[in-house]
């Protein structure tokens, strides 16, 4: 102590510890004030400014409805149980085999043995651009049948990455002949030809017979979208020579919109990997997918993205649901139901888009749209009034046609029965003109 220091009076020492005690007291707020000065700053700065949203405070509530449009399709309670599962990491051995079950799955729904066969994460359109950014390089020649809005969406794709993009067209509600189709292939010499199975804006079932046969003559690689028509009406891969098949998860199949199938032939894996450039999209790289998916023959796997691990317990369990009814059983289901359809609709004075018998869709139809209506009013009524979802027409068939989508277990002459029921009820309280 102070006070023990030899030669210093008490009421001095006394006068200095209290000096030094003031000017601590004195300094301590400033220097406090001083050091969190920064953090004080920091703080006003990162306040929250933005109040949380009151929507989100509120409990999620999505109606039950009718999906009869031409998709998405209404998912069956065994197919929302599976995506309820609990999450699993998308590396585990658990998934992987999951994986392995879809990927069998769909070698059953194309009817190939291809093994570079997978789903990749996202809609139709992604299974779109995985196909044809994987296939074609700049500057190579590309060949699109457009009948509808999935032809044009395809050549749309192909010139994004500098492809020379060249169509034939047909009439919404057309198709074309092999003749047709040959004769573009000798003029255009293209390394891929896209044609769509099911064209869901205008109805039609293409005839797909030959056209694979033509594509190996001229060295073409043939790509088909089959995303409307795959499970729903006979499509078998490896018979008819098609060389990259694509679909999506949310049509017959039944399950959430997110996943899309796809597969590959020999064929067009020789030519994807030896391409002398990288494709253009590093989330659609055939090279990585085919790794994550344990199609490349590697021993391991290597992590290119976090797949939808949910996603996938539903279209397995999808795919699961079909193959228990049978390729053959739902291929005749949906035909019948179709025509049974097509009969109700005719008997209503109704007309069917599509002209003949042999290229009409059986997943979606098309309805001429009935004269003096606002197709808009109908669809917007029948959804008010009964709860259901029919469309108009989509790209090239708008304002022409009604679209009636029933897919999967959607497809049942029950169901049929209503949309007939809605349609008169809307034909009969609907405005028309008298023009």
Request: with cysteine; net charge positive.
């Amino acid at each position: 102590m102070l006070t023990q220091i030899p030669g210093l009076r008490p009421s001095l020492v006394r006068w200095r510890v209290w000096a030094q005690l003031g000017l601590y007291l004195y300094l301590l707020p400033r220097l406090l004030v001083v050091s969190t000065a920064p953090f004080a700053a920091r703080w006003n700065m990162s306040s929250v400014s933005v109040p949380p949203p009151k929507c989100l405070q509120k409990p999620l509530a999505v109606p039950h409805r009718h999906m009869f449009g031409p998709g998405p399709s209404n998912v069956p309670r065994r197919i929302l149980e599976a995506g309820a599962l609990p999450v699993i990491g998308h590396m585990h051995p658990e998934i992987f085999e999951i994986m392995s079950d879809i990927k069998i799955g769909i070698q059953y729904i194309f009817q190939t043995r291809n093994s570079m066969t997978l789903a990749v994460s996202g809609t139709g359109h992604s299974a779109m651009e995985c196909a044809i950014f994987n296939s074609v390089e700049p500057g190579e020649s590309v060949l699109t049948a457009v009948n509808g809005i999935w032809g044009e969406r395809a050549a749309d794709m192909a010139e994004r990455i500098g492809a020379r993009v060249n169509t034939i067209v047909a009439a919404p509600g057309g198709f074309f002949t092999n003749a047709e189709i040959e004769k573009a292939l000798l003029k255009h010499r293209p390394v891929l030809f896209f044609i769509a199975h099911g064209e869901s804006s205008t109805g039609v079932l293409h005839p797909l017979d030959g056209i694979g046969q033509l594509c190996l003559k001229y060295n073409c690689l043939f790509l088909v979208d089959s995303v409307a028509s795959i499970g729903g009406t006979p499509l078998c891969m490896d018979q008819l020579g098609i060389d990259i098949l694509y679909t999506g998860s949310q049509k017959v199949l039944n399950a959430p919109p997110g996943t899309a199938p796809i597969s590959f032939s020999e064929r067009a894996c020789q030519k994807i990997f030896n391409r002398r450039t990288k494709p253009v999209s590093f989330s659609l790289d055939l090279s990585w997918l085919a790794n994550y998916w344990g199609c490349d023959g590697k021993p391991s796997r290597v992590y290119h993205h976090t797949g939808p691990v949910t996603a996938f317990y539903s279209l397995r369990e999808g795919l699961a649901v079909l193959v228990e009814e049978g390729l053959e059983n739902s291929w005749e289901r949906h035909q019948k139901v179709a025509e049974y359809f097509h009969d109700g609709l005719e008997s209503m004075g109704l007309k069917l888009f599509v002209k003949e018998k042999k290229a009409r869709l059986p997943t979606v139809t098309t309805i001429v749209a009935p004269h003096g209506y606002d197709v808009k009013e109908i669809t917007a009524y029948i959804m008010k009034t009964h709860n259901l979802e029919i469309s108009g027409g989509l790209g090239p068939s708008v304002g022409l046609v009604l679209r009636v989508g029933l897919m999967g277990c959607n497809s049942s002459k029950a169901n049929v029965d209503m949309v007939l029921a809605a349609l008169k009820d809307a034909l009969k309280h609907c405005h028309r003109s008298k023009v």
